[in-house]
């Protein structure tokens, strides 16, 4: 492993070249990139709808192609999945990562071409490595192994010729030959179908393992942490891994749940790195360590463009350029990527930390969600929820908001809903069953974190005194006009203050 070590990162070395070229040279790196994406598209059926030879400049590929939502762009992608060549995209594409519902769909399915497979989930990876080297020159990170969670695949039931999953799972399914050298557990047991069965085996095989990295989600790695104590008898991770050094996560904010890894690992010079690693694509990394906001990569094959978040709505939204952009302004961001995705809304809004060179930090998403656990519960998911419980037990609601319980070395997480009712149900715990069953309908990553309380627990519900929201709205000046509660957020600010104010009151 000592030679390995060596050989791999003198092979990671040679990337940091390419990386401080963009860093250099943004804009020539982006207007490439775009020129590029137009040029190979060209003669798709997409490209020739929206005359991609004739673009030329900017202003042109601005003019002619529409800002698409997924909704738009889903026929298709249907149309991809279903075998069809040269739609949005000129090389075939086989893989689809399978991502959170949207209002119309429990599943979105996002396309990975081969050209986005290596050169932005595969660069990502390497580059996340390349820069953790280049930050930590002692590291014995591949005396090792890296322990990964990967999602589940299947083979698409309406044409076998293409196959669909989690994008972990898509990407370890497709991982070349020395990543797999380095990695843990097997391909079999890291993309096992249920849940249970996967951390048990999971916890098996890598005990007696000298893992030195560890990849993941954060609220699926505690639940692994979690078990690999329990069956070890261990009294912290330092006892299991000695040599684990680094935790490497995305998909939800981490700083919730820093203080428990601590706990859980209890080694003062343990490292966090962040990524920003979607099923559409590799955005970002945590570049430096003693930030906290994430180098924007640029030449990933992805061409980024950037809404006003007060314009997305818009019918001609105003997008910018990277040489537009302002420092601590919200941002929604569009891609168009080497998979087919064209001035697609992604979903996600950020900030500006630093234009040089360019890093962002993860501002939210751009309609309200909770995503504490990566669930990406959205607003139309609990509205359906809410409206199916009522609908069975009698009730009838003037108002409600959720946030999330985060999860300590104490309780598992959850959803906590604080909601005024009009009617009462006739059985608020019926009631709550029947909003998490209707979530985990609608949702299929929420399901995955509810699947047998291994991440989320069953919601709490709390039923408050008529004219409970009214007073919030009033003791924060936010009565009349525009205000409304926010029926979702990521944080607890909200739910604690109405809470905190019941008890004043009582």
Not at 276 to 281: F, H, K, L, R, V
Not at 346 to 359: E, L
Request: net charge neutral; charged share 25%; with cysteine.
């Amino acid at each position: 492993m000592k030679l390995l070590n060596t050989l791999i990162k003198k092979v990671l070395k040679q990337r940091l070249t390419q990386i401080e070229h963009f860093m250099r040279h943004p804009h020539e790196v982006q207007e490439r990139t775009r020129r590029q994406l137009v040029a190979l598209a060209a003669n798709t059926e997409w490209g020739k709808r929206h005359r991609y030879e004739k673009i030329r400049h900017y202003e042109q590929f601005q003019a002619q192609v529409p800002v698409m939502s997924y909704e738009e762009t889903q026929p298709y992608i249907r149309r991809m999945m279903m075998g069809e060549k040269n739609i949005l995209w000129p090389s075939q594409v086989r893989w689809f990562a399978k991502s959170s519902g949207t209002t119309d769909a429990r599943s979105k399915f996002i396309p990975v071409s081969r050209e986005s497979m290596e050169t932005s989930h595969f660069r990502g990876g390497r580059d996340v490595l390349a820069l953790y080297i280049h930050n930590n020159p002692k590291t014995k990170f591949f005396w090792g192994k890296g322990l990964s969670i990967g999602g589940t695949f299947q083979v698409n039931p309406e044409n076998p010729k293409t196959y669909y999953g989690d994008v972990s799972g898509v990407i370890m399914q497709n991982l070349p030959q020395w990543a797999q050298l380095i990695r843990t557990p097997p391909v079999r047991v890291a993309t096992l179908e249920k849940w249970e069965e996967k951390i048990e085996a999971m916890v098996r095989v890598t005990m007696q393992q000298n893992v030195t990295s560890i990849l993941g989600v954060p609220t699926w790695t505690i639940v692994l942490l979690e078990r690999m104590l329990e069956i070890t008898g261990k009294k912290n991770i330092r006892e299991v891994w000695p040599g684990l050094e680094v935790f490497i996560h995305g998909a939800v904010a981490f700083h919730p749940y820093r203080q428990y890894f601590d706990s859980l690992i209890q080694d003062s010079d343990m490292r966090y790195m962040e990524t920003y690693n979607a099923s559409e694509g590799f955005f970002g990394l945590q570049d430096d360590l003693s930030r906290d906001d994430m180098l924007l990569m640029l030449d990933y094959g992805t061409f980024y463009e950037f809404v006003p978040i007060q314009e997305l709505d818009s019918p001609y939204p105003s997008s910018l350029t990277l040489s537009e952009v302002e420092l601590g302004v919200n941002y929604a961001m569009l891609i168009s990527t080497n998979a087919g995705l064209w001035r697609y809304k992604i979903g996600d809004t950020v900030k500006f930390t630093s234009k040089n060179p360019y890093r962002i930090k993860i501002t939210g998403r751009t309609k309200h969600f909770i995503n504490a656990f990566g669930e990406e519960l959205i607003i139309e998911n609990a509205e359906v929820g809410i409206a199916k419980a009522c609908e069975h037990t009698g009730a009838i609601i003037s108002n409600f908001t959720a946030a999330p319980i985060y999860m300590s070395d104490r309780s598992k997480g959850g959803h906590e809903w604080v909601i005024e009712f009009e009617r009462e149900p006739e059985d608020l715990e019926i009631f709550t069953h029947i909003l998490d069953k209707t979530l985990r309908e609608v949702n299929s990553d929420y399901d995955a974190k509810r699947y047998q309380d291994m991440a989320l627990l069953m919601p709490t519900v709390h039923s408050v005194p008529s004219g409970t929201f009214y007073e919030w709205l009033r003791r924060r000046g936010k009565l009349g006009g525009q205000h409304k509660v926010p029926r979702l957020s990521n944080n607890r600010e909200y739910i604690d203050e109405i809470l905190s104010q019941l008890n004043w009151q009582d």
